[in-house]
């Protein structure tokens, strides 16, 4: 199975220690993604993503290291790794893995098709929005993280880009109320949402959510 070794964020790192996240230097171990935060300097948002493929390499891309030269995958710069995960890191917060990464395009099936010439496998996909605005959500079971694809019809054409990440934690109760919204019951039966506010400095999307119920 096709799993996120590591995803390259322009963040601060202590915007995440902010966070309660567990940095060390540039790095966040969070379940079994690694995230490197390059800074607002590096540009915003998610930068890029390195796909680890154990069994066997990754068609096309090539193999993730710092200086690695990235393929775009539609649009989103990324590099094949077959390092094992991280090692688990505890984090003030409670942050046990990644819940979602969603990728926004403003044409699913041509995105749709790359993800699946990368192999991976599109589990499920649902018709959301309203009658005036309909767009499509495609579901990828990478690992412990689901990829999120979302059908982006009013952004003109152009290729594929990351949007925000979502946190599992079961202190969603606990995070700082200055940085983070007070949570919400969310889309999934049984969980609930906080969303990281502006004021936390992330460059990227962000929110919490609660474990799924027994």
Known sequence: MVTIDELVVAD????WR???FAVEGEQCAVGT?????EGPGAGRGILSWSLRAPEAPLDGLPTASRRAPEVPLDGLPTTASRRPPPAP??????????DHVV???????RTAAAFAGAGLDLRRV???????RPFRQGFYRLGEVILELVEDRGGGPGPARFWGLVFVTPALDALPEGLVKAPRDAVQPGRRIATVRR????SAAAA?????PA
Do not use: I, K, W, Y
Not at 208 to 212: D, E, H, R, T, V
């Open 208 to 212: 919490f959510m609660s474990p799924p």
């Open 89 to 98: 890191a505890a984090h003030p917060n409670g942050t046990t893995h990644l």
């Open 199 to 202: 004021e936390a400095g992330l």
């Open 18 to 20: 902010a966070l309660g």
């Open 33 to 37: 993604t690694r995230v490197r935060l």
């Open 103 to 109: 990728v926004s395009s403003p044409d699913f099936d």
């Open 126 to 132: 649902r018709e959301a929005g309203d009658p005036q």
């Open 12 to 15: 601060a790192p202590e915007a």
